[in-house]
Each structure stands twice: as structure tokens, then as C-alpha cells.
């Protein structure tokens, strides 16, 4: 049977989602808890709808398990019990047929925090927040985003990794200032790895008046990663949600997203 479980988590103490020996990591602070209460003599693997980096946090994070026969309500009782401070398991489900916690997914939306004030971020969102020494131009940034929208390979934007793909739709690249906080919104089907914080990194060499905003369509046409645009740091970054079909649509989207990877 699959599970499907809705997780959010302070990421300042992970190396990261995925396991890595001898390191903290989400993922295996879970799979360790379900081991243990389920008495399973080898983990179960979880996979998540997108793999964090050290440092960045989750609000919305979705990952699948799959397990023989289980109540999924005492699972979620004893989870809730055993699991660390830094992670919250929001829910805990059946899956329905076709779900799959990475592949099925339409859409990841994030969100990205800078503090600009000239006295400093305020120290109570020092782990959440990014500290900016500069005063950021918001309209300046949101015309360089407007310009990266669409279907494109942003591989001039990732960290390459082999077999995968670096073509994504990105559906959204905003900034909205209150005050001295600035929250971009960065929505796509799916990001490779540090995208959303090289995007950043752009529009924040934009902000401080370094390019014009055309520069976007300069370091887009790259076809590998740009040295110039700074990959910003970790934890300003948030998973926030994770978009999925109807169940009807679920293991459709599921076969395409698998296609479209291989091809």
C-alpha cells in the first residue's frame, strides 16, 4: 500500500532531504521512525516531491511510502510522537491509485526572503530570512522575472546532474516588497538543482542596479551554468506547496512527467 504524507520542517538542522551517511537529513529521520515503529528489519525508501538543500525549509513538502498492510492512523499517532521537533508531519494518508509523490506533481511553488533594512534583519528570522547589505530595486527585479517565464532550459541556472533534464516551465517569478522584507514567489512544474536560488541570485545582481534587466535573456541563453550569477544562500529559501491533479489525473501526469525526463 502507498501512504502519502504532508510534512513541513525547519531545514537549519539538515544536511538536506536526502540520506547521506553519518549526516542529519529529513529523509532519514523519517525513514528511521518508521522503521522503528513498524519494526521494519530494513528501512522503507520515501520519495519526496522535490529534494531540499541543506538549509532550506518546507512548509508544504508531499512524500510517498510505500508499506505492507498498515493502519495509517496509528502510523500518523506514533509519527507524531516519535518524530524530532524541527519536523511536523501534517497528515497522513492513504494514496490514491496513480499518486506519486514526485512525478505526479503539476507544480512546486517556493518563496525566497531577503531583508534589506539598513539595520539588519530582524534576529528572530536570522535561520528563515537572508540579511542584504544593499537596498534591492523590486521593479527593477520583477522585469528581469518577466523575462525568464516560460518553457526553457535553464541549464545555465543548475547544477548539472546526470540524465536529468534542465528544461522547465517556470510559471512564475515575482517580488513583493512589505517594508524592509522582500518575498519572491518562484512557481514551475518542477526546478533542478539550485535553480531557484541561482533565479534569485540574478534578480538580486539586478536589484542592486550591477545589470539591466535584459541581462536575463544573456545568462538564459547559456547553455551551461553561468559564473556570474551568484547561487544565493539556503535559508531564505521555502517549499510552501506542491500542486497535484484530481485523482483521475494522477497516474497520467505521473507516465508524462516519467517521459518527459527520459527523453
Known amino acids: 500500500m502507498r ?29 528511521a521512525a518508521i522503521a522503528m515503529i513498524l519494526r521494519l ?83 528572530l528570522t536570522r535561520t528563515s530570512v537572508v540579511r542584504w547589505q544593499r537596498r534591492l530595486d523590486v521593479d527593477a527585479m520583477n522585469a528581469a522575472g518577466e523575462r525568464l517565464l516560460g518553457l526553457h532550459d535553464f541549464a545555465s541556472f543548475c547544477k548539472k546532474r546526470d540524465g536529468a533534464t534542465t528544461t522547465r516551465t517556470l510559471r512564475q517569478l515575482s517580488t513583493e516588497r512589505s517594508g524592509d522584507t522582500l518575498a519572491t514567489t518562484v512557481r514551475a512544474d518542477a526546478f533542478c538543482h539550485s535553480m531557484v536560488r541561482s533565479l534569485m541570485g540574478l534578480l538580486v545582481a539586478v536589484g542592486e542596479h550591477r545589470y539591466e534587466p535584459e541581462w536575463a535573456d544573456d545568462v538564459l541563453a547559456k547553455a551551461s551554468r553561468d559564473a556570474r550569477v551568484m547561487v544565493m544562500p539556503p535559508h531564505g529559501l521555502v517549499l510552501e506547496d506542491v500542486v497535484y491533479p484530481d485523482d483521475a489525473g494522477l497516474a497520467v501526469r505521473a507516465a508524462e512527467s516519467r517521459r518527459r525526463r527520459d527523453e
Not at 501512504?3 to 525513514?31: H, K
Request: net charge negative.
Open 3 to 31: 501512504l502519502r504524507l504532508d510534512l513541513s520542517y525547519d531545514g537549519t538542522g539538515f544536511r538536506g532531504w536526502a540520506i547521506q551517511p553519518g549526516l542529519r537529513t529529513v529523509q532519514g529521520e523519517l525513514e
Open 41 to 123: 528489519p530494513r528501512s522503507a525508501p520515501l520519495t519526496c516531491a522535490g529534494r531540499t538543500d541543506a538549509g532550506v525549509h518546507a512548509r508544504g513538502q508531499v512524500a510517498h511510502v510505500d508499506l505492507d498492510d498498515v493502519d495509517p492512523a496509528y502510523l500518523e499517532r506514533r509519527l507524531r510522537r516519535l518524530l524530532p521537533d524541527d519536523i511536523v508531519l501534517r497528515s497522513l494518508s492513504l494514496a490514491p491509485d496513480g499518486f506519486d509523490a514526485r512525478f505526479a506533481a503539476l507544480e512546486r511553488r517556493y518563496t525566497y526572503r531577503i531583508s534589506d533594512s539598513p539595520s539588519g534583519a530582524d534576529p
